[in-house]
Structures are given as structure tokens and as C-alpha cells.
């Protein structure tokens, strides 16, 4: 039975431990060949091999998306591996700062939307011939940061509503060309990442790793936190032709928490 995804080449970056991984993995099921970007060589290449084992196609491309030279080095690979590219996951973020405006400081603002925002930019430029001829889909990782002002995400916020604007923008600018340009803005993804941090608080507080979990899921409509499968699946949808007539929106995955 034919995948979601079923001979489609697909460029993921900021492929990290966690969401990055599981998309991969995902995009893989559904029958998609893969281009795995992040800084960290080993990272990639271990996933990639764990791939290619398992009976699917990845190719570990390390590259620096804030760096034009190595963007433009990445999309000649991917083309000359595959020879097309039919979507572009743009995953790769920052760690926010955790703290107000006051509290972080401008080199940490500088780089997080010369990362999250401005290399997304990049790469989405460099992949819009091959996108164009394809007739494919960008999908953009926005956060919940967008649907709330906590002080301790302002910096944070800053950048996933740049990245969500300029999402909208290309995706006026793109369309005519025929590519999709949507975002996925996730709640609190429970995987290994959240569940570190999540640790510390629990240390901090001298609580449960269980309480902190209640505590952050307790506004959601349905008590738990998203997955990252949860994620997944809604990028795997608007990637695919399922999504067809869908372009310039944001899907809001977050077990009800926020309403958009």
C-alpha cells in the first residue's frame, strides 16, 4: 500500500534528538526519500544509516543554514542524489532564552532569527526552482508561542511570529509557482527534550516529574500534552497531496490548549 509520501524526496532540517528524528523516521514510512540537514555530522549520518537499513532512502547532508554558501552546497547535493526535491521541512530552531526581553540579551536575539527565521528564508529560496518544477510543499515549524504573551517567551515569540509572517508572505509569492507554504505551531512536545526539562523542574520544586506534566497539561482540553507522532502526523498531512488546496495556513497542534 502506497505512503503518504510514496516517491516523494523530502529536505528536513534542524534535524535534531528529538521532533527532527521522528519526522524523519515518519517521512520514511510514508515512502519518501530524504535529505537530513543539521550542523552536527554524526547526528545525521547515524540516522541516516538507521534509515537506509531499514529497507528506505536518507542522504546526511551536514550543513549551517545560516551559511548561503553551505545552503547553496546542500541543494546541489539533494538534487544530485535524487534529482528532484518534492517538500521542505523547515524544523531547524534555537533554544529560547527562557527569560523576559530584560533578561536576554541581544547577540542571543540576534541569532535566533538569523537561525529560526532567516535561515528558513534561505533555504526556501535556494529551493524554489526545484520546488517550483515539482509542484511542492513547504511546511514551516511555528510554536504555541504565537497564541499567548508569556514574558519568559518573548524572545522566543519574536522569532516563530516572524517565521509565521514570512510564511504567509511566501506562500502569496510561492503559490503561483504551484508551492504550498503552510505552519504547524505545536504545543509542549512531550519527547526526551521535554522530559529533561521538565526533570529539572521537578527538581527545582521538589515535586514529580508527574506533577509538572499535570500542571502544564491541565489547560488543554484533552490533559495531555501532544507527542511527537502528534507533530508528525500533522506535517506528514500537509506535505502530502491530501493537503492539495491548502496553502498561507497555520495548524495549530496542541491538544486544545490554545484556539486560533
Not at 504547524?184 to 522530559?195: D, N, S
Request: some cysteine; aromatic content about 6%; charged content about 20%.
Amino acid at each position: 500500500m502506497a505512503g503518504l509520501l510514496n516517491d516523494a524526496v523530502v529536505v528536513i532540517t534542524g534535524v535534531g534528538p528529538g521532533l527532527g528524528t521522528t519526522l524523519a523516521r515518519r517521512c520514511a514510512d510514508e515512502g519518501a526519500s530524504l535529505v537530513l540537514v543539521a550542523r552536527t555530522a554524526a547526528r545525521v549520518e547515524e540516522l541516516a544509516s538507521d534509515i537506509n537499513a531499514a529497507g528506505g532512502r536518507a542522504l546526511a547532508v551536514p550543513t549551517d543554514i545560516t551559511v548561503e554558501a553551505e545552503v547553496a552546497e546542500l541543494v546541489e547535493t539533494a538534487l544530485a542524489a535524487y534529482g528532484k526535491v518534492d517538500g521542505l521541512i523547515n524544523n531547524a530552531f534555537m533554544y529560547p532564552s527562557m527569560k523576559p526581553f530584560s533578561g536576554t540579551d541581544f547577540a542571543h536575539i540576534r541569532d535566533s532569527l538569523e537561525l529560526t527565521v532567516l535561515g528558513a528564508l534561505r533555504t526556501t529560496q535556494a529551493f524554489t526552482p526545484a520546488l517550483a518544477q515539482a509542484r511542492g510543499s513547504i511546511v514551516n515549524l511555528s510554536s504555541m508561542v504565537i497564541r499567548h504573551s508569556d514574558p519568559t517567551y518573548g524572545p522566543y515569540k519574536l522569532a516563530k511570529s516572524a517565521l509565521l509572517a514570512m510564511s504567509q508572505s511566501l506562500a502569496s509569492e510561492l503559490g503561483p509557482a504551484g508551492i504550498r507554504v503552510n505552519s504547524v505551531a505545536p504545543g509542549y512536545i512531550w519527547g526526551q527534550v521535554l522530559q529533561d526539562y521538565f526533570a529539572e523542574q521537578a527538581r527545582a520544586a521538589g515535586c514529580s516529574i508527574e506533577d509538572i506534566y499535570d500542571a502544564a497539561a491541565a489547560g488543554s482540553d484533552l490533559k495531555r500534552l501532544v507527542t511527537e507522532d502528534d507533530v508528525a502526523s500533522a506535517i506528514l498531512f500537509l506535505l502530502s497531496s491530501m493537503a492539495g488546496g491548502i496553502t498561507g495556513q497555520t495548524l495549530d497542534v496542541n491538544c486544545g490548549e490554545y484556539k486560533s
